[in-house]
Every structure is written in C-alpha cells, then in structure tokens.
C-alpha cells in the first residue's frame, strides 16, 4: 500500500501561512482513505 501526498494550495487564504502548499492524502491514487489511517497520521 503506498501513501501519496497531494499538494495544494488554498486559493481564499487569508494569511500567508494559510497561502502555503498543505498535503492532501491519497491511498494507492484514490482520494479516500481507511480511517485508522486518516487518524493516525500527524500533519
């Protein structure tokens, strides 16, 4: 199983912090994931 990350950004950003790429996670190429996972992984 491979975990790949997504980079976006967001485009109503209020802050600069909020204009940085954020990781977005994907399992084996799909876009939704097992939820042991989604509350495992730190960020």
């Not at 600069?16 to 730190?42: C, Q, S, W």
């Amino acid at each position: 199983m491979a975990i790949v990350f997504d980079w976006y950004e967001n485009p109503n950003a209020s802050s600069e912090e909020e204009e940085a790429l954020h990781p977005r996670i994907f399992m084996n190429g799909k876009d939704t994931a097992h939820p042991y996972i989604l509350t495992t992984v730190k960020m």
